[in-house]
Nanobody
Framework: QVQLVESGGGLVQAGGSLRLSCAAS????????MGWFRQAPGKEREFAAG????????YYADSVKGRFTISRDNAKNAVYLQMNSLKPEDTGVYYC?????????????????WGQGTQVTVSS
């Protein structure tokens, strides 16, 4: 089992940057594939980025590709999401999630563990 706590959200102008962090508990963090999801008001939760257990493979939604970078530090039990060139449509609650599936998946239902979320608001 793993517990996840996100931080780093906030209010930023369009074109700005934010770095989200997710701190994980447990001694087997590297066995989890990790994902960042986001949910805008009135919309379904959607996959933004994912990373393999060793951090050697990353995956991105087309909407964030080239602007967001996911990374992890297994020694610190942490995963990060660097968000650059932010747009108003990036506004939402961002969640960190963990799965024991053998591959990174975009389906929220495949992630058994979730953080509480952190709000990101991008003003135009």
């Amino acid at each position: 089992q793993v517990q996840l706590v996100e931080s780093g959200g906030g209010l930023v102008q369009a074109g700005g940057s934010l770095r989200l962090s997710c701190a994980a508990s447990g001694r087997t963090f590297s066995t989890y594939r990790m994902g960042w999801f986001r949910q805008a008001p009135g919309k379904e939760r959607e996959f933004a980025a994912g990373i393999s257990g060793r951090g050697d493979s990353t995956y991105y939604a087309d909407s964030v590709k080239g602007r967001f970078t996911i990374s992890r530090d297994n020694a610190k039990n942490a995963v990060y999401l660097q968000m650059n060139s932010l747009k108003p449509e990036d506004t939402g609650v961002y969640y960190c999630a963990a799965t024991l599936d053998i591959i990174v998946t975009v389906a929220p239902a495949r992630y058994a563990y979730w953080g509480q979320g952190t709000q990101v608001t991008v003003s135009s």
